[in-house]
């Protein structure tokens, strides 16, 4: 399958030479497709759970995407923790359902959050996906934005879920300030969730054969070669920080093994709850997952 990722750009363009154009709309229509975000928006705000907050906006790192997100400051901070949601989510959602019970306990951690929408999700701007690649940029884009607010580097930490959970890798490799990482149910190697998953929620049985066209237009579009994008090489950078790990040992979608190969790479171990589903483990033991991240962050990050 290597191989045909690697023969994308050459099998797209002899096809196209060669009169192949109904294989080439077809492969348009996939990568549309496969790189239109859900906006997903949120449906409440803290306020409605009696938690105050702000509505901020921020860029993107060295990009032009404008980013919404809801800011709540813990009375006392001695951290910062920024949530990131994953495909068709937005903020408040990061964990499938409403994560506002995990808001509150790293509140009374004394943890301030900073819940954002990625680009091409919620309020921010529309934006193509690419599964964590361009999406790590919005991560820092709310580092960045909470170090001006006063937070100091090694004060702020990341917890992501799904393609939240790999952004969340991607830009802890890139930036130090983040003193710590949480990443829920993240895959180690996209290419081999794209062969696991790809015929299946394209739902034609063409869908490996129009592949290497599909992404062949992803990369025109966005510049990111996706099958490239191998977050368990970037965990090998984190060695040396705080990375808890967790995954459902039923995930079917991005199965355990990907958990256990970021922890090989990263050298650290994960949670692999006894749970069925992706992004699961919050939503079958919300008092053990809040306990065991706010605990985490708050041994890990430096007081500010």
């Not at 919404?68 to 937005?90: D, F």
């Not at 580092?143 to 959970?165: C, F, H, K, N, Q």
Request: charged share 20%; net charge positive.
């Amino acid at each position: 399958m290597n191989g045909i990722f690697d023969m994308a750009l050459a099998t797209t363009g002899g096809l196209m030479t060669a009169g192949g154009l109904g294989y080439a709309m077809l492969a348009v229509a996939v990568a549309e497709r496969f790189t239109s975000a859900e906006r997903g928006a949120s449906g409440f705000t803290p306020r409605d759970v009696g938690l105050a907050y702000e509505d901020v906006r921020f860029h993107a790192r060295g990009d032009d995407v404008r980013l919404a997100g809801w800011y709540l400051g813990a009375r006392c901070p001695r951290g910062a923790v920024v949530l990131v949601h994953g495909r068709g989510a937005s903020k408040g959602h990061e964990l499938t359902v409403q994560a506002m019970a995990l808001v509150r306990r790293l509140l009374d951690a004394e943890l301030s959050v900073l819940m954002l929408d990625l680009r091409g999700h919620g309020d921010s701007d529309p934006a193509r996906l690419t599964y964590g690649c361009n999406e790590r940029l919005d991560v820092l884009g709310a580092v960045d934005w909470l170090v001006e607010r006063g937070y100091r580097p090694g004060t702020i930490g990341v917890l992501g879920a799904s393609m939240g959970g790999s952004a969340a890798i991607a830009a802890a490799a890139e930036e130090p300030a983040i003193g710590a990482v949480v990443s829920d149910s993240a895959f180690a190697d996209f290419a081999a969730v794209l062969r696991h998953n790809f015929p299946r929620v394209m739902r034609t049985r063409l869908a490996l054969a129009l592949l290497p066209g599909a992404l062949w237009w992803v990369r025109r579009w966005t510049g990111v070669a996706l099958q490239a994008f191998r977050p368990a090489e970037l965990a090998r950078r984190l060695r040396q920080r705080p990375l808890l790990l967790i995954h459902s040992k039923g995930d079917r979608f991005v199965t355990a093994e990907h958990a256990q190969r970021l922890a090989d790479a990263a050298g650290t171990e994960a949670w692999l709850s006894d749970t069925e589903g992706h992004v699961a483990t919050f939503v079958a033991q919300p008092q053990a997952y809040g306990e065991r991240v706010a605990g985490f962050f708050g041994r890990h990050l430096v007081r500010a």
